[in-house]
């Protein structure tokens, strides 16, 4: 029904869509379908109903919750209020699906040349503000059989695309995946020994761009780790208020 209100029949008609998910979260589930004209495998990305319109009343109820139980402290503060913000925020965009749409296309052209990496392509056609189509790419879990059995040589490489990868988005694009976690990545192996393995990222709705007085105090921190600093290291996380100037010395 869902898609039926979103793509319509006519294009609905156009697809071969199985009935049965291939991954789904607490926002929303994804359908391997298959375009009937050209029999190419196509994604779909589609938000649970509703999903979108009750962030606020549950994050309102979330934050009356607490209030009521103290859980945070009997009259919570800025620093509260500002968490329950930034949840807000980082929940409307995981549900804006154009958003993503946007952001995946970003990802997908700036690494349309790096043989290390495959980014889905946006179907524009078959996407709306509600669903999200992207060409299947395969691969398998990171943590799956296949991955581990990988020679050792092999997946140590694969790391450290991931590192680039992540470096590249701090100091370069100044933007992150904020929700890094191995279901959104998959690794395809190279079919020939000459080949290259590659990282498939997935799911771009938790990428966020930031701000020049996060990033720099973060590249700092990354700087004074490369070169054994502690003192830059420290000097970063002060600023980013992952540690405080009144912790006791051993902690920070």
């Known amino acids: ?47 649970y109903p509703g ?48 958003l993503e749409a946007l952001t995946t296309s970003s990802y997908h052209r700036r690494l349309r040349r790096d043989p290390r ?9 078959y996407s709306t503000a509600h669903v999200l189509a992207t060409s299947f790419e395969h691969g398998f879990g990171v943590t799956s059989a296949d991955v581990e059995a990988l020679p050792l040589e092999r997946r140590s490489r694969v790391g450290r695309e991931f590192l680039d990868l992540f470096l590249r988005e701090v100091f370069e694009w100044r933007e992150l995946q904020t929700d890094p976690n191995f279901g959104n990545y998959r690794i395809r192996p190279a079919s020939s020994s000459r080949g290259r393995d590659k990282l498939v990222l997935l799911d771009f709705g938790a990428v966020e761009a930031f701000p020049d007085s996060f990033i720099e105090p973060l590249r700092e921190m990354i700087r004074g780790a490369y070169l054994g600093d502690l003192d830059r290291v420290l000097q970063g996380a002060l600023a980013l208020h992952f540690v405080e100037p009144h912790y006791p010395e051993e902690a920070q």
């Open 1 to 47: 029904r869902e898609l039926q209100h979103e793509l319509g029949s006519r294009r609905l008609a156009e697809l071969e869509i199985d009935p049965v998910p291939i991954a789904a979260a607490s926002l929303g589930q994804v359908h391997l379908a298959r375009r009937r004209s050209d029999g190419r495998a196509i994604c779909l990305k589609v938000q």
């Open 51 to 98: 999903v979108a319109d009750s962030i606020d009343s549950d994050i309102d109820a979330v934050a009356g919750l607490l209030r009521f139980g103290r859980l945070a402290g009997a009259a919570p503060g800025a620093d509260f209020s500002g968490w329950l913000e930034a949840v807000r925020g980082m929940l409307r965009r995981e549900v804006d699906y154009r």
């Open 117 to 125: 990496f495959v980014v889905p392509e946006v179907i524009e056609e």
